[in-house]
């Protein structure tokens, strides 16, 4: 078992679980041998959305979900508020390699999982802030309008045009007064969320169907010798038809999985509330989910109540895929987002913040999430969301529940449905490899913004990045 932390503990996590509309209070751990139907390691989206359809399914099913803290503590409880319709490959990558019927199909049912998302916080009375305001995609200065008409271009090649538009800087700067904006791309579909009113609410509606959850319950080992089982130190959770290992950016902790993804962190402040003025100021009526083209990726969330959330990959990779605690390690990575969002909207200088948290994220060697189940072995994953797991793990919990059941859903021809995970290399490679690319992309986004050469080195790090 982890160390033991209280309820104060886990709302220090995050705002998200700060905020929670939910009793926080720890669920009991496992306690003894156990067997169920179906038990599943990881008590975050993945693994609850792989319970809610089971049950929706088959209500007869018993189901039980392992955490090693309490429900939405990993990346659910602590990520930008994003439910994307962005898929983990983007579409310019994921057209070239399984072509532009696969691409649209992937990219397609993306966009249903966020409108099934939205559905469901209504049919089961979760208050989990859902606003349908679309991405809005902008282009902080010229040199970054060429990735939004190359975005834009293949989403019509795709017959998505329709709901996508290029905004001139005008049209733009309408929307969201964001200081350098060039340029936009709106993208109608996609919602903004709560994200720990939403993953508690999920799991209140796990149990609502009959599934159990354990929680501060740290699983030591899965083992499918003779019958799937999660191994803990105060009991063993047995497994008759299917285990689903649902860890996502902690798979590295696991033996059998230290090379399934990357974990890599991600790092938020948060704004006190702003007053209506600055909102005047500001515009973003549309509460749109907003980012720019950096190569070190932002990500702004206007919240229910009135803050801007500011998002960055920020903390380097560490060596050997550990996850310590990014929110404590990391502080000075802090001051620089800070400074970032105030040249984005230099009013925000008079309001101040409030939160500063961080997390991580699943990377796989190929971008590409996994879902699969072996039959033989009993053994389900899905993992792999580049930081665009709220609507993702939706999407495959739904397919690999379908595919533990046998009932179909549609989603097994999409490219996530697959048998192997590409393994990132061992270390040192895996560590000089991330680094280097971090590094080459800081320094390549340093020269944009100052209007200088890039790096000599720009098209390497760019190609390992795509690797």
Do not use: H, K, M
């Given at each position: 078992m982890s160390d033991v932390r209280g309820v104060d503990a886990y709302?220090?996590?995050?705002?998200?679980?700060?905020?929670?509309?939910?009793?926080?209070?720890p669920r009991p751990s496992v306690s003894g041998d156990v067997t169920v139907d179906v038990a599943i390691l990881g008590g975050g989206f993945s693994g609850l959305w792989t319970a809610y359809h089971l049950l929706r399914d088959d209500p007869s099913l018993d189901v039980a979900i392992v955490e090693r803290?309490?429900?939405?503590?990993?990346?659910?409880?602590?990520?930008?508020?994003?439910?994307?319709?962005?898929?983990?490959v983007?579409?310019?990558?994921?057209?070239?390699?399984?072509?532009?019927?696969?691409?649209?199909?992937?990219?397609?049912?993306?966009?249903?999982?966020?409108?099934e998302i939205g559905a469901f916080t209504a049919r089961e009375g979760v208050d989990a802030h859902y606003v349908a305001g679309g991405l809005l995609s902008v282009a902080i200065g010229e040199h970054q309008l060429p990735a939004l008409r190359s975005t834009f271009d293949i989403y019509e090649r795709l017959g998505l045009g329709e709901g996508n538009r290029l905004l001139d800087a005008?049209?733009?700067r309408t929307r969201v007064a964001a200081k350098g904006i060039v340029g936009a791309l709106r993208t109608e579909a996609g919602a903004s969320v709560h994200p720990g009113n939403l993953v508690r609410g999920l799991a209140r509606a796990v149990e609502r169907l009959g599934g159990t959850i354990y929680e501060q319950t740290a699983v030591e080992g899965v083992e499918s010798a003779q019958s799937p089982r999660l191994v803990t130190a105060t009991g063993t959770v047995h497994a008759r038809k299917a285990l689903v290992v649902a860890a996502e950016a902690y798979l590295p902790g696991l033996p059998s999985f230290r090379r399934h993804v990357l974990p890599m962190s991600s790092m938020i402040v948060l704004t006190n509330p702003l007053p209506a003025d600055v909102w005047a100021e500001i515009g973003w009526a549309g509460h749109e989910s907003l980012s720019s083209q950096s190569h070190l990726k932002n990500y702004l969330t206007r919240t229910a109540d009135g803050r801007i959330l500011y998002g960055s990959r920020g903390a380097l990779y560490t060596y050997g895929s550990t996850t310590p605690d990014v929110t404590q390690q990391s502080a000075r990575f802090y001051g620089w987002m800070r400074d970032s969002l105030c040249a984005w909207f230099p009013a925000v200088t008079r309001v101040g913040f409030s939160h500063q948290w961080g997390g991580y994220l699943g990377v796989p060697r190929d971008w590409m999430p996994t879902v699969s189940f072996d039959p033989t072995a009993r053994i389900g994953q899905l993992h792999g969301y580049t930081g665009r797991g709220v609507s993702t793990s939706h999407l495959s919990g739904k397919l690999l529940a379908g595919l533990i059941t046998g009932r179909e859903t549609g989603l097994e021809g999409l490219p996530l449905h697959?048998?192997?995970?590409?393994?990132?290399?061992?270390?040192?490679?895996?560590?000089?490899?991330?680094?280097?690319v971090q590094s080459a992309f800081g320094r390549i986004d340093r020269a944009e913004q100052e209007?200088?050469?890039?790096?000599?080195?720009?098209?390497?790090?760019?190609?390992?990045?795509?690797?």
């Open positions: 709302r220090q996590t995050s705002f998200w679980l700060e905020t929670a509309a939910d009793d926080l209070t803290e309490i429900a939405g503590y990993g990346a659910s409880g602590r990520n930008g508020g994003w439910c994307s319709p962005r898929f983990p983007d579409p310019g990558p994921l057209t070239r390699t399984f072509g532009v019927e696969q691409a649209r199909r992937t990219i397609l049912a993306l966009q249903a999982s966020v409108e005008c049209e733009a697959r048998t192997r995970t590409r393994r990132w290399e061992p270390e040192p490679l895996r560590w000089l490899g991330v680094r280097y209007g200088r050469r890039a790096p000599w080195d720009a098209g390497l790090a760019t190609y390992l990045g795509e690797q």
